[in-house]
C-alpha cells in the first residue's frame, strides 16, 4: 500500500493527451514538492519534473506537471508509442520523515 | 557528464549481510545529497534511504531503520549502502541515485543503472 496513490493504468491513442493524477495528504504532496519520473522496460526511472511543474534539460515541453492541495498531476501531449511506459510520483513525507513514492502508472498508448 | 556506477550485486542468506558501492563521477559528489531506491521484482519504487553532502545526516525508510545503513566517501567519490539482517523482501534491484537539490526531496536527477539483491537460501 502506497503512501501517494495512483491510477494503476491509463491509455489513449497516438496524439492524444492524458494526465495521471498522484493524491497524498498534507504531510506529503500538501507541503513538499513532487517530482514525476520515467521508466521503460528494463531502464532507471527518469526525472521528468522536480519541483511540481519544472523539466530538467532535455525533458520535452510535452510533459507537464501541476499541483494543487494535496494532489498532483503529471500531463503528456502528443502521446506517441515510446511513451509507454511506467510513471511515478514521488515526494517528501513530513510525518515519516522518510521519501514516497506512488505504486505507479503504466501508460499505453493504443 | 554524470555517471553512478553501482556494484555489490549478490545472492545472500536470510540473515545475512550485503554492501552496495556506487561510484560517481562527472559532478562535485560532495555537493549533492544522495539516495538509494529499491525496486522489488515486477513492482513499484521505494526509497529507501538518504544522506547529506557531508555525510552527517541520514533518513531511512521503516521498513530498513536499524537494519540498513548509508554512508559515503567524499574522497572517493563513492556511497555505500551497508545491509543487515537481510530478509526475503528485501530482494530486489538497488538504485543510487543523486539528488538535483536538498536532501529532504525526491528529485532524483540522476540514476545508476540498477544492481541486484537476492535474498533467499
Known amino acids: 500500500q502506497s503512501v501517494l496513490t495512483q491510477p494503476p493504468s491509463v491509455s489513449a491513442a497516438p496524439g492524444q493527451k492524458v494526465t495521471i493524477s498522484c493524491s497524498g495528504s498534507?504531510?506529503?504532496?500538501?507541503?513538499?514538492?513532487v517530482s514525476w519520473f520515467q521508466q521503460l522496460p528494463g531502464t532507471a526511472p527518469k526525472l521528468l519534473i522536480y519541483d511540481n511543474n519544472k523539466r530538467p534539460s532535455g525533458i520535452p515541453d510535452r510533459f507537464s506537471g501541476s499541483k494543487s492541495g494535496t494532489s498532483a498531476t503529471l500531463g503528456i501531449t502528443g502521446l506517441q508509442t515510446g511513451d509507454e511506459a511506467d510513471y511515478y510520483c514521488?515526494?517528501?513525507?513530513?510525518?515519516?520523515?522518510?521519501?514516497?513514492f506512488g505504486g505507479g502508472t503504466k501508460l499505453t498508448v493504443l | 557528464e554524470v555517471q553512478l556506477l553501482e556494484s555489490g550485486e549478490g545472492l545472500v542468506q536470510p540473515g545475512g549481510s550485503l554492501r552496495l558501492s556506487c561510484e560517481a563521477s562527472g559532478f562535485t559528489f560532495s555537493s549533492y545529497a544522495m539516495s538509494w531506491v529499491r525496486q522489488a521484482p515486477g513492482k513499484g519504487l521505494e526509497w529507501v534511504s538518504a544522506v547529506n553532502g557531508d555525510g552527517g545526516s541520514t533518513y531511512y525508510a521503516d521498513s530498513v531503520k536499524g537494519r540498513f545503513t548509508i554512508f559515503r566517501d567524499n574522497s572517493k567519490n563513492t556511497l555505500f549502502l551497508q545491509m543487515t539482517s537481510l530478509r526475503a523482501d528485501d530482494t530486489a534491484v538497488y538504485y543510487c541515485a543523486k539528488l538535483r537539490w536538498g536532501m529532504t526531496t525526491v528529485n532524483m536527477d540522476y540514476w545508476g543503472q540498477g544492481t541486484l539483491v537476492t535474498v533467499s537460501s
Open positions: 514521488g515526494t517528501w513525507d513530513t510525518s515519516l520523515s522518510a521519501g514516497v
Open positions: 498534507r504531510y506529503n504532496i500538501g507541503n513538499n514538492y
